[in-house]
């Protein structure tokens, strides 16, 4: 039997998850799920990792009901992949050392040169005795890609086609951490995920790394960007907007089922459990727009008593 694939959520134990992560891992499980496919979580540790997030992270997914297939996977344990996805871009003549600063990249990322936020190349064309003196300075060098594009398509089930810049993006730091978009597009093929649901604050990076899967020759997968968790004032839900995590709720006397009711009416639904919510679930009814949430008024906006 051929795999069905596999959807995935990944998120990074820099601490709890808030409402808006829970959402769209929700989301991302209900996707998955309502389509055959296995669904996976993956832990993206390469960065900052807080202790105990993990642990509590998991527990929360499986309190709102979002469960998965297999072991749980951390890219801390998949070094060797990564290293050998930048051995193969750099046989090929892809890759090239940039020894620029953080400060020196924010400066060229925002020059008007480029486009927004993409690097111009700053270091693409260093001779080996500018990359020796540079060395001599102490300077790290990060390793980065040398795109033979600026610009890739890609196609998201909610946003439709979506074409956005493609740069020298960083494939391993200058600490010698493979970065975070080799990494995600290493993992999700060899982990035989087709589907990706995230926040759509992700789409514009989006082009970047299916570019990459195909540099690599690895399948690009189908992509949903799904709406944010936004506060009263507009901006993306975080963890200072108050009692927008799921041990918040629980102190203050919510059931994880009332949690769940809440995030199910955000999406137009009115359900408990995450398997009410897939009973009923449609990607095309999917609200385009972000959720406003007032955390006071919570089981308010959930229906629940």
Same mark, same amino acid.
């Given at each position: 039997?051929?795999?069905?694939?596999?959807?995935?959520?990944?998120?990074?134990?820099?601490?709890?998850?808030?409402?808006?992560?829970?959402?769209?891992?929700?989301?991302?499980?209900?996707?998955?799920?309502?389509?055959?496919?296995?669904?996976?979580?993956?832990?993206?540790d390469l960065d900052r990792v807080r202790p105990g997030a993990e642990r509590?992270?998991?527990?929360?997914?499986?309190?709102?009901?979002?469960?998965?297939?297999?072991?749980?996977?951390?890219?801390?344990?998949?070094?060797?992949?990564?290293?050998?996805?930048?051995?193969?871009?750099?046989?090929?003549?892809?890759?090239?050392?940039?020894?620029?600063?953080?400060?020196?990249?924010?400066?060229?990322?925002?020059?008007?040169?480029?486009?927004?936020?993409?690097?111009?190349?700053?270091?693409?064309?260093?001779?080996?005795?500018?990359?020796?003196?540079?060395?001599?300075?102490?300077?790290?060098?990060?390793?980065?890609?040398?795109? +033979?594009?600026?610009?890739?398509?890609?196609?998201?089930?909610?946003?439709?086609?979506?074409?956005?810049?493609?740069?020298?993006?960083?494939?391993?730091?200058?600490?010698?951490?493979?970065?975070?978009?080799?990494?995600?597009?290493?993992?999700?093929?060899?982990?035989?995920?087709?589907?990706?649901?995230?926040?759509?604050?992700?789409?514009?990076?989006?082009?970047?790394?299916?570019?990459?899967?195909?540099?690599?020759?690895?399948?690009?997968?189908?992509?949903?960007?799904?709406?944010?968790?936004?506060?009263?004032?507009?901006?993306?839900?975080?963890?200072?907007?108050?009692?927008? +995590?799921?041990?918040?709720?629980?102190?203050?006397?919510?059931?994880?089922?009332?949690?769940?009711?809440?995030?199910?009416?955000?999406?137009?639904?009115?359900?408990?459990?995450?398997?009410?919510?897939?009973?009923?679930?449609?990607?095309?009814?999917?609200?385009?727009?972000?959720?406003?949430?007032?955390?006071?008024?919570?089981?308010?906006?959930?229906?629940?008593?």
């Amino acid at each position: 039997m051929a795999d069905p694939g596999a959807g995935r959520y990944a998120p990074s134990p820099s601490g709890d998850l808030h409402l808006g992560n829970l959402r769209t891992a929700l989301l991302a499980w209900a996707f998955a799920r309502s389509t055959g496919r296995r669904f996976v979580v993956r832990i993206d540790d390469l960065d900052r990792v807080r202790p105990g997030a993990e642990r509590r992270q998991l527990e929360d997914l499986a309190a709102i009901g979002v469960d998965w297939d297999g072991p749980v996977v951390r890219q801390s344990e998949r070094l060797p992949l990564y290293e050998a996805a930048i051995d193969r871009l750099t046989a090929g003549g892809l890759t090239y050392e940039c020894y620029c600063t953080r400060r020196e990249i924010q400066k060229a990322a925002t020059a008007p040169h480029g486009p927004m936020g993409a690097y111009p190349g700053t270091c693409r064309g260093l001779s080996a005795s500018e990359r020796t003196r540079l060395r001599a300075e102490g300077r790290p060098a990060a390793l980065r890609l040398r795109a +033979t594009a600026t610009e890739f398509e890609v196609n998201d089930d909610l946003h439709g086609r979506y074409r956005g810049p493609v740069d020298d993006v960083v494939l391993r730091r200058g600490d010698g951490v493979p970065a975070y978009n080799l990494a995600v597009v290493v993992d999700d093929a060899a982990l035989g995920v087709d589907q990706v649901v995230r926040g759509d604050d992700l789409l514009p990076s989006t082009p970047r790394q299916a570019y990459l899967a195909t540099l690599l020759g690895l399948p690009v997968p189908r992509y949903a960007h799904v709406p944010l968790v936004l506060n009263p004032e507009g901006r993306r839900l975080a963890k200072r907007d108050g009692a927008v +995590t799921l041990t918040d709720r629980q102190e203050l006397g919510n059931t994880p089922e009332e949690v769940v009711a809440a995030l199910a009416a955000s999406l137009g639904y009115t359900a408990t459990s995450s398997s009410e919510l897939l009973s009923h679930f449609d990607p095309l009814l999917l609200p385009r727009e972000p959720w406003t949430l007032d955390v006071n008024g919570l089981l308010q906006h959930s229906g629940c008593p």
